[in-house]
Structure formats: C-alpha cells, structure tokens
C-alpha cells in the first residue's frame, strides 16, 4: 500500500473537514399559528403562505 510522500499540514486537513460539521435547521415562526416552520414553505400546521390560505383546513390536518 503506498504511503505519503509528505505529512498532510494543519490547513490542509481543516480545510477538507470543513464541511463536516453540522448546521442546525432554520425555522421561522407562522405569522397566522405561530409554530414553527421552514422559510418560504406553506406551514404544514395551519396551511397559510404569507396570510394567504394555500391548503384547505381539512387537507393540512390529514397530515
């Protein structure tokens, strides 16, 4: 198996972890239910996209 001609820096492995981490899912509150949703989704709870109704009532609570 071949080995590594020369040791891999500080920098160079950082910056090929550096996509690695985990990022935290943004989530804005519904401005007609106020739970919390994805931003510029329909809110899966209550069916409304910025104060207008997208999904009827009896659609959204099917889910």
């Known amino acids: 198996m071949p080995t590594p001609k020369k040791r891999t820096t500080r920098s160079r492995r950082d910056m090929r972890r550096s996509h690695d981490f985990l990022e935290t899912n943004t ?3 519904c ?6 949703k994805l931003p510029h989704v329909v809110c ?3 069916g409304y996209y910025k104060g207008e109704e997208i999904v009827t009532e009896t659609a ?4």
């Open 27 to 29: 989530s804005v509150k």
């Open 31 to 36: 401005s007609n239910c106020g739970s919390y």
């Open 44 to 46: 899966p709870s209550c």
């Open 60 to 63: 959204a609570s099917k889910d």
